[in-house]
């Protein structure tokens, strides 16, 4: 079983995921971490300290890694597939390639004329 922290939701941060993993103890309960999920208009301009923080906490958990990249809207945090926002994926793989090198992965928000497209971006990103 998994969770998956959203900051609209109850479990809103990677400090919440994090309480909520120390109070039921389970080795079966793990991370499905999706950085974008994390963001609100208010800390977006911050998104790697985010992300850096959510790896910091949660790394350890993270089964699964949701790609996806995003944009802001007016006040919304909008999401799309990887290479088509503002995301700078640097941390994320860091993460992936140094701590989890087997962990999967999900190509997010993409739809069938920019899946591989985004597929081939992040492959080609992570070997920079």
């Known amino acids: ?7 609209s939701h109850i ?9 909520v993993l120390k109070a039921i103890n389970s080795p079966n309960l ?7 999920n994390l963001l609100s208009v208010e800390n977006s301009s911050e998104y790697d300290k985010v992300i850096q923080e959510a790896i910091e906490d949660l790394g350890e958990y993270t089964d699964v890694l ?3 990249d995003f944009v802001i809207e007016g006040d919304k ?3 799309g597939a990887p290479g088509t926002g503002v995301m700078k994926y640097d941390t994320i ?3 992936a390639k140094k701590d989890k090198p087997y962990i999967q992965m999900t190509i997010e928000d993409s739809t069938p004329d920019n899946a591989e497209w ?3 971006f992040l ?3 992570s070997s920079n």
């Open 1 to 7: 079983m998994a969770i998956e922290p959203v900051w």
């Open 66 to 68: 949701h790609m996806k």
């Open 30 to 36: 793990r991370i499905i971490l999706d950085p974008v």
């Open 93 to 95: 793989l860091n993460f």
């Open 77 to 79: 945090v909008v999401s």
């Open 118 to 120: 985004s597929r081939k």
């Open 11 to 19: 479990v809103y941060n990677s400090k919440q995921a994090l309480k």
């Open 123 to 125: 492959e080609n990103y």
